[in-house]
């Protein structure tokens, strides 16, 4: 089973994904996801993905801490001390989050393709959200460029998911 990949979210997803109430992600097919005319899928099922969010590094006397987005705390210890130079006041984009330091880790259960405007109610709710027109605004605000924008209706990778491992439990 392959454990490379990884998944960016938006901050106010990781709680969501973290309590099961987000159990899919839309993510847009790209150039690159295509062997002559076929799409294919850039994940395997079962395959094990950590999240990447938002964090900043503090340090508390000799202590080093992650703070994520949600402003949770997480003890790294002396083996971080390389990051000194990352502590900072403003939170690190989830991109740059390494593996070592991710609290959630995700596994793949499905992998299909859909056009972003098959998504009705019910897989609003299973994005996180409340209902359709919720998911649609958020999912303008991230993806502000005209191909990928809701209207634009993008092909897009449907990724079922569940947790495999969360460092610490919700506690909301």
């Known amino acids: 089973m392959k454990?490379?990949?990884?998944?960016c979210f938006h901050a106010s997803l990781v709680?969501?994904?973290?309590?099961?109430?987000?159990?899919?992600?839309?993510?847009?097919?790209?150039?690159?996801?295509?062997?002559g005319e076929t799409p294919h899928c850039p994940f395997e099922l079962g395959e094990e993905l950590f999240v990447?969010?938002?964090?900043?590094?503090?340090r508390l006397k000799n202590d080093l801490f992650v703070v994520y987005a949600d402003?949770?705390?997480?003890?790294?210890?002396?083996y971080w001390r390389?990051?000194?130079?990352y502590i900072k006041n403003n939170l690190i984009p989830s991109f740059y989050m390494p593996r070592e330091?991710?609290?959630?880790?995700?596994?793949?259960l499905d992998c299909r393709l859909e056009h972003l405007q098959e998504l009705d109610e019910a897989g609003a709710r299973?994005?996180?959200?409340?209902?359709?027109?919720e998911f649609i605004k958020f999912w303008n605000?991230?993806?502000?460029?005209?191909?990928?924008?809701?209207?634009?209706?993008p092909l897009v990778w449907v990724l079922e998911l569940k947790v495999s491992w969360w460092k610490g439990e919700p506690d909301g």
């Open 52 to 58: 990447k969010e938002s964090f900043r590094l503090e």
């Open 3 to 7: 454990t490379r990949g990884s998944l």
């Open 71 to 78: 402003d949770s705390r997480y003890y790294l210890g002396a």
């Open 15 to 35: 709680w969501e994904l973290a309590t099961g109430r987000k159990r899919e992600t839309r993510r847009v097919v790209k150039p690159h996801h295509y062997e």
């Open 82 to 85: 390389g990051w000194e130079r």
């Open 126 to 133: 299973k994005e996180g959200f409340e209902g359709l027109s």
């Open 141 to 153: 605000h991230i993806h502000p460029q005209k191909p990928y924008r809701w209207e634009s209706n």
């Open 101 to 108: 330091i991710s609290r959630l880790w995700l596994r793949v």
